[in-house]
């Protein structure tokens, strides 16, 4: 005895749709979301303005509680505004984030196109050379760096770049040969055309927005480890805001002023958090042009 069974109901494509925001709103929630970083950038850039105080001498009595004496986050040990040094601290980690991925995406990217259009030997050997930056630890290499040049907010940027740059030559290295087998790349080639007009032409224009994404996407992690740098005493020295640095310096504040220590851990956090999302928007971005 055969058994009717319930007929499927029709679905568009041939698969159960999942619940999702339209297309036009989830396009606008892409750009409000890439737009913080736009906002972000200038409220970094207007610091000096807007901070009430200036983050280096004492503006009012040590260790007052926020919202109290006109400090809106309180004042540390020596009297200096709390809110006036998250701003100036932000302002370092943010730039100093946006620093390492231009200079990362300069070295490594250059690297990746050149070992991809010329391949052969010259492919090889910097491959290996970008393999073994990546065969170490990253965070060790970059105290070992900072260690060896000593610290300074210069210096713990040198050693950021020299162990982010192998992400990006890997990359745009993939990217580059993937594009050197689609056919106009052999009709250039076919044509006689150079390798450096090649690669400027025709297989730079074609890698440039992946490692742009992937760039934005390293935002937030960026500001995590430099800030966990700072945190172990390897950014600038006192008496200049950092946040990682003013969270660690007023730990036994903790119990009993705790705003202390944990402000300076929100600015991380949040310049954390815009720094994901914002990535996460322009690559929802950059799909939906494709």
């Not at 950038?41 to 007052?64: E, F, S």
């Not at 980690?93 to 990362?104: M, R, T």
């Not at 202390?260 to 799909?287: F, Q, S, T, Y």
Request: with cysteine.
């Amino acid at each position: 005895m055969a058994i009717a069974l319930p007929a499927a109901p029709l679905v568009r494509g041939g698969s159960r749709r999942v619940f999702s925001l339209p297309e036009s709103t989830s396009s606008i929630v892409s750009w409000v979301g890439f737009s913080m970083v736009i906002v972000v950038t200038l409220v970094c850039l207007a610091v000096p303005v807007l901070a009430p105080y200036d983050p280096l001498t004492p503006a009012g009595m040590p260790l007052q509680a926020p919202g109290k004496g006109g400090f809106l986050l309180g004042t540390d040990s020596i009297g200096r505004d709390i809110l006036s040094r998250v701003l100036y601290g932000a302002r370092s980690s943010w730039f100093a984030a946006l620093v390492v991925v231009a200079i990362g995406l300069l070295i490594g990217g250059l690297v990746g196109l050149i070992a991809g259009t010329v391949g052969g030997w010259v492919d090889t050997v910097l491959m290996r050379i970008t393999d073994a930056f990546l065969s170490l630890p990253a965070p060790v290499l970059a105290i070992a760096v900072v260690a060896a040049l000593g610290p300074g907010f210069v210096h713990t940027l040198i050693a950021v770049s020299i162990v982010w740059w192998p992400f990006y030559a890997r990359l745009v290295r993939g990217e580059v040969v993937r594009l050197a087998a689609r056919p106009h790349v052999e009709a250039a080639k076919l044509a006689g055309v150079g390798p450096i007009r090649l690669a400027r032409r025709h297989l730079l224009p074609g890698a440039v927005p992946n490692a742009i994404v992937a760039a934005s996407l390293d935002i937030g992690t960026l500001i995590l480890t430099l800030a966990a740098l700072s945190f172990l005493g390897l950014g600038q020295s006192a008496p200049a805001p950092e946040l990682g640095a003013d969270s660690a310096r007023n730990l036994s504040y903790f119990l009993q002023q705790w705003w202390i220590p944990v402000m300076p851990g929100i600015g991380v956090l949040v310049l954390a958090l815009i720094g994901n999302v914002a990535g996460d928007c322009l690559r929802n971005l950059m799909k939906g042009s494709r």
